[in-house]
C-alpha cells in the first residue's frame, strides 16, 4: 500500500461495488502524474476514446481536472500525456508504442489512416503519410480473445492478416509490424529505424521513457 497526501476537499472519490475509489478523470491524472509518459498515454487514450469506452471525457476535462492538485512537476507531465493523447487508438499496445515513438524523437504517425485496396477500405493503426509507410501493432488478443476471434480460429485470423497485408502492399505502400515484445526502448528504436521512419529529434541521454 502506499499512501498519497492530498489537499481537503481535491479527492474527488466514488463509490463502486462497495468500494470507494477516486473517480475515472482523478485517476488518470494520478497515474500520469507518476509514471513515464509512454505508460501514462495508455489510460489517457482510453478515456479519450469513444469506441472503446462507453463514457469518453475531453481533453479539457482532463485539464481542468488538474488545476490545484498537483505538483508543478506533476503538472507538466500530466499536460504532456493529455495533449498527446488520441482518441482514436486501437488498443493499449497500439497507445504505449505510439507513446514510445514520441520519446524516443520519432515522427508521430497517423492512426486509423484509411488506404482503399482491392480488398476494401482498411483503417491501419500507423500511418506516415510522406512515406507511405504502414505500422500495425500485433497484441495477442487479436489471435485469442473471442470478441477479436468472433468465431474464426486464429488460423483463419492469421491468414486474414496476411491477405489484409499483402492489399496494402498492392497499393504501393511498405508494412511493418509491431510486437510486445518489440516495445522495450532499444529494441523499438532498431525497428523503427530498419522501417525508415523519421526523427523529429534524436532520443534525450537519459532513459528516454521517464
Do not use: C
Not at 508543478?72 to 493529455?82: D, F, L, N, Q
Not at 505510439?98 to 524523437?105: C, I, P
Amino acid at each position: 500500500m502506499r499512501r498519497h497526501l492530498v489537499a481537503e476537499g481535491s479527492e474527488r472519490a466514488q463509490e463502486i461495488n462497495g468500494f470507494l475509489v477516486t473517480d475515472r478523470i482523478r485517476t488518470v491524472l494520478d497515474i500520469a502524474a507518476s509514471v513515464p509518459f509512454a505508460e501514462a498515454v495508455v489510460p489517457v487514450d482510453f478515456l479519450l476514446n469513444r469506441k472503446r469506452n462507453s463514457q469518453p471525457v475531453t481533453k479539457e476535462q482532463l485539464l481542468d481536472g488538474i488545476s490545484g492538485t498537483y505538483s508543478k512537476a506533476a503538472v507538466g507531465r500530466i499536460t504532456a500525456a493529455v495533449k498527446f493523447g488520441a482518441g482514436n487508438s486501437g488498443s493499449p499496445g497500439e497507445s504505449y508504442a505510439r507513446g514510445l515513438m514520441h520519446v524516443l524523437g520519432f515522427e508521430t504517425p497517423l492512426l486509423q489512416y484509411a488506404v482503399n485496396t482491392s480488398r476494401g477500405t482498411v483503417y491501419t493503426d500507423y500511418y506516415w503519410e510522406g512515406l507511405a509507410l504502414v505500422g500495425e501493432f500485433d497484441g495477442r488478443e487479436k489471435y485469442m480473445k473471442p470478441e477479436y476471434l468472433q468465431g474464426r480460429t486464429p488460423s483463419q485470423i492469421v491468414i486474414e492478416e496476411k491477405a489484409r497485408e499483402d492489399a496494402i502492399r498492392a497499393t504501393g505502400r511498405r508494412v511493418f509490424r509491431l510486437v510486445w515484445s518489440d516495445l522495450t526502448v532499444s529494441k523499438l528504436e532498431r525497428v523503427l529505424e530498419a522501417a525508415g521512419v523519421p526523427r523529429r529529434r534524436r532520443a534525450s541521454a537519459v532513459h528516454p521513457n521517464s
